[in-house]
């Protein structure tokens, strides 16, 4: 199984990249985020990559690093969520917009991912949050449950203010989980909210 190529780049698309090593060319496919970070065509490339065999096709699938590439193998273990998709949906978000939008069960995010509609996006977010235990994005991550920062109930009442403000919910946690992290558990949600929206106008 081929788990890593360096080489040369020869070509690339919409949504794949041939990596030359030694004169044979891998045509491999990426997401969005992996196929702006490779080289200009003709020079060096390395990309990790997952193998896909079927018996009627070998697929390779390039990351530019390991976390994009552990999300990937994540995502596909969620019903209706195949190797393209899973490439859709890292092309939209990144590995830490996607931990986050999991952490906020923020579905929407990931509707922007071709091939992904209200009821997959939903799927993903409720599938992964269970199988990716170890993501705590600050105080509002586990809603009743306090850890380092503010008490849920506070951020959780301050991402809220903040999605009422216009905000997506993702970005509201994510500067509030910073803001509480920063400020302690006992402050106020008023205070939360003003140095949330400090955190997102930054």
Same mark, same amino acid.
């Given at each position: 199984?081929?788990?890593?190529?360096?080489?040369?780049?020869?070509?690339?698309?919409?949504?794949?990249?041939?990596?030359?090593?030694?004169?044979?060319?891998?045509?491999?496919?990426?997401?969005?985020?992996?196929?702006?970070?490779?080289?200009?065509?003709? !020079?060096?490339?390395?990309? +990790?990559?997952? /193998?896909? *065999?079927?018996?009627?096709?070998?697929?390779?699938?390039?990351?530019?690093?390991? /976390? !994009?590439?552990?999300?990937?193998? +994540?995502? +596909?273990?969620?019903?209706? *969520?195949?190797?393209? *998709?899973?490439?859709?949906?890292?092309?939209?978000?990144?590995?830490?917009?996607?931990?986050? #939008?999991?952490?906020?069960?923020?579905?929407?995010? +990931? /509707?922007?991912?071709?091939?992904?509609?209200?009821?997959?996006?939903?799927?993903?977010?409720? !599938?992964?949050?269970?199988?990716?235990?170890?993501?705590?994005?600050?105080?509002?991550? #586990?809603?009743?449950?306090?850890?380092?920062?503010?008490?849920?109930?506070?951020?959780?009442?301050?991402?809220?203010?903040? *999605?009422?403000?216009?905000?997506?919910?993702?970005?509201?946690?994510?500067?509030?989980?910073? #803001?509480?992290?920063?400020?302690?558990?006992?402050?106020?949600?008023?205070?939360?909210?003003?140095?949330?929206?400090?955190?997102?106008?930054?």
């Amino acid at each position: 199984m081929i788990a890593k190529l360096s080489g040369v780049l020869d070509s690339a698309g919409e949504d794949w990249a041939v990596i030359d090593v030694g004169g044979v060319g891998y045509r491999v496919f990426c997401s969005g985020s992996t196929l702006g970070r490779l080289p200009p065509v003709g !020079e060096p490339a390395s990309l +990790l990559i997952e /193998t896909h *065999v079927r018996d009627d096709h070998i697929h390779l699938y390039g990351f530019m690093d390991d /976390t !994009e590439r552990d999300w990937f193998g +994540l995502l +596909l273990t969620v019903q209706g *969520v195949g190797a393209r *998709v899973a490439l859709g949906v890292l092309t939209v978000v990144t590995p830490v917009d996607l931990m986050q #939008a999991i952490a906020a069960q923020d579905s929407a995010a +990931l /509707t922007r991912a071709e091939g992904v509609g209200r009821k997959l996006a939903a799927r993903i977010v409720n !599938e992964l949050k269970d199988k990716a235990g170890g993501i705590v994005l600050g105080p509002a991550a #586990a809603p009743g449950a306090a850890a380092a920062g503010a008490p849920a109930e506070g951020a959780v009442d301050a991402i809220s203010a903040l *999605v009422h403000l216009g905000y997506g919910r993702s970005e509201a946690f994510g500067a509030v989980a910073h #803001a509480a992290q920063r400020l302690g558990r006992d402050t106020p949600v008023s205070e939360l909210v003003r140095a949330g929206l400090q955190e997102l106008g930054s």
